[in-house]
């Protein structure tokens, strides 16, 4: 029996977001994989793509990884080795018109903060936003990195509007955050199409394996964090995190990354989501912190936010809040 090749032949279905997805399957015997560069395993079961650095897994939403644990361990294995991984096709696009909903609801609740800005302190108790990061397929996407046991160390909405959007200047996650031991990992999930005209993440390839550097102070531009990396990075390295709305790009904290500010007439919106192990101490003094969560398995060492409750008028409405009455 052989495996399921996914082609996107010249001319054929394009992506309007610029992502290849496979519009033809062609049926190959194991041993004709031998002869085929630059292939990677993808998460819908035997399904196989020709990759980029940035062709991602495609991800089966109705089973998930499955038994698959040959296509996991390869989404592992690149993770490790680029600090980095793009899972494709992860959310339905009705949950991702429902984040749209909810982008401008949190807005319009909090007018005078930046659209770049929708931090945890502004959704800790929207029930939609714990409902999105609780989601089992992301869950699923985050056990392969940190294990089974999950917690949800923080989040943001970082949504550029067009022609103003502010960039994120070259940092490492590790560098900011109050947490021992550093083992979380980061999945930027797109509500938009993110592309190099609208500023989407860019990163370095390897750099998570380097230490990890100063941080300084940047006031020359307006951006995202207002600092920046205290060392030179070769921008001639960088990979741009092309992305489609329900595309999840996973990264490590240690990884240089940033992006460009967004001059394009297009919005370029992703939601952040920093998944820890609950063996993983979140050392800030305000405890429980205010956007930690427990999700999955064990509890761990840290206390948590009580989860809220859906109140009809008070909460944003969304398929399935009557679950969470």
């Not at 699923?140 to 960039?167: N, R, W």
């Not at 509500?191 to 550097?213: F, L, M, Q, Y």
């Amino acid at each position: 029996m052989g495996v399921q090749l996914g082609i996107t032949r010249p001319g054929r279905d394009p992506d309007p977001g610029g992502v290849e997805r496979p519009s033809e399957r062609v049926r190959l015997k194991a041993q004709d994989l031998a002869h085929i560069n630059n292939l990677q395993l993808c998460v819908s079961g035997l399904l196989v793509l020709p990759m980029s650095r940035t062709a991602g897994f495609w991800y089966d939403k109705t089973k998930g990884f499955g038994m698959n644990s040959t296509v996991a361990g390869s989404a592992v294995e690149a993770y490790e080795r680029d600090g980095y991984v793009i899972f494709r096709n992860v959310l339905d696009q009705e949950l991702i018109k429902e984040m749209n909903g909810h982008v401008d609801w949190v807005q319009a609740r909090h007018p005078d903060v930046r659209p770049e800005q929708l931090g945890h302190a502004f959704l800790r108790d929207d029930l939609f936003w714990v409902r999105l990061v609780s989601d089992p397929r992301l869950l699923e996407i985050a056990s392969l990195f940190v294990g089974p046991d999950l917690a949800l160390f923080a989040s943001h909405y970082i949504s550029k509007p067009p022609y103003s959007g502010q960039p994120v200047l070259w940092h490492q996650d590790a560098a900011f955050w109050p947490l021992d031991p550093m083992s979380v990992v980061t999945l930027w999930l797109a509500v938009d199409h993110s592309t190099p005209e609208n500023g989407c993440v860019r990163v370095i390839p390897g750099s998570h394996r380097g230490p990890i550097a100063e941080i300084r102070d940047n006031d020359t531009v307006e951006s995202v964090l207002g600092k920046e990396i205290a060392v030179e990075v070769d921008e001639s390295q960088a990979v741009d995190m092309v992305l489609a709305p329900g595309d999840v790009e996973v990264h490590h904290p240690n990884i240089v990354h940033g992006s460009n500010a967004n001059t394009s007439p297009d919005r370029r919106c992703g939601l952040t989501i920093r998944y820890i192990p609950t063996s993983t101490r979140i050392t800030d003094p305000e405890v429980p912190y205010p956007s930690a969560f427990h999700l999955q398995g064990e509890p761990g060492v840290n206390r948590y936010q009580p989860r809220p409750r859906y109140v009809e008028g008070r909460d944003y409405p969304f398929t399935g809040s009557s679950d969470w009455i």
